[in-house]
């Protein structure tokens, strides 16, 4: 099957730093990727669609200048959470998609906690 | 607005007995429906299911799909402890512009000895 990593899996930072995630598809070109945002005991929140080579679609009530996403090629969609706050701590998922087969594969995730 | 619900958001057996987890769902353009596992990490890929009254197996887990009355179960027999885990069901819809997943909230199971 298609596997998808994520860099780092764990990260922790001080209130008002950045922080980027990589989410790397290794042995497919994912045409498209998903950010998603998970809170304990909570399901995925799906927070913006990634395209190569154009700009995030961003879900409504996330916030486009605070969660930059940059799908830089068919392999690596990063993730950079801007001026990190507390609330922002979450695990966030990646997965790449090729949509034309229904196919989503998720990356092992990376937990943020901020400070 | 897309709707995926699940049910029920809990549940506690004893191993050796036999699950079944519902789907629901209310959206437009619908395309799939996914089912996934998991456990402390991200969501590994059960099922994906696209047509109507066609079971899907996996060992002891299975599912089907109800296009018409718009809900799937997951079938888990001889359950085990390692069964344990949030059961998250999700569908792909068509927006116009991408395709994306709409998750549920998930169901919890425990398995005991």
């Known amino acids: 099957g298609a596997v998808v990593s994520q860099h780092p899996s764990w990260v922790i930072c001080k209130s008002g730093t950045s922080v980027k995630i990589e989410c790397r598809s290794l042995d497919f070109q994912a045409t498209t990727m998903f950010w998603y945002r998970q809170f304990p005991k909570q399901s995925l929140m799906l927070m913006a669609t990634?395209?190569?080579?154009?700009?995030?679609?961003?879900e409504q009530g996330v916030e486009k200048d605070k969660f930059l996403i940059n799908h830089a090629s068919l392999t690596l969609s990063t993730l950079t959470v801007t001026s990190a706050h507390p609330e922002d701590s979450s695990f966030y998922i990646c997965?790449?998609?090729?949509?034309?087969?229904?196919?989503?594969?998720f990356g092992p995730g990376t937990r943020l906690t901020v400070l | 607005e897309d709707k995926v619900v699940q049910s029920p958001l809990s549940l506690v057996v004893h191993e050796g007995d036999t699950v079944t987890l519902n789907c629901s769902y209310e959206v437009t353009n619908f395309r799939s429906l996914l089912w996934y596992k998991q456990e402390k990490k991200a969501p590994t890929f059960l099922f994906m299911l696209?047509?109507?009254?066609i079971e899907k197996k996996s060992g002891r887990l299975s599912s089907i799909l109800d296009k018409k009355e718009l809900f799937s179960i997951l079938n888990i027999t001889a359950t085990q402890t390692g069964d344990s885990a949030v059961y998250l069901c999700?569908?792909?819809?068509?927006?116009?512009?991408?395709?994306?997943?709409?998750f549920g909230t998930g169901t919890r199971l425990q398995v005991t000895l």
């Open positions: 997965s790449a998609g090729r949509t034309l087969y229904n196919e989503q594969f």
């Open positions: 999700a569908v792909f819809i068509n927006t116009g512009t991408a395709s994306k997943l709409t």
């Open positions: 990634s395209n190569e080579g154009s700009k995030a679609t961003y």
């Open positions: 696209t047509s109507s009254g």
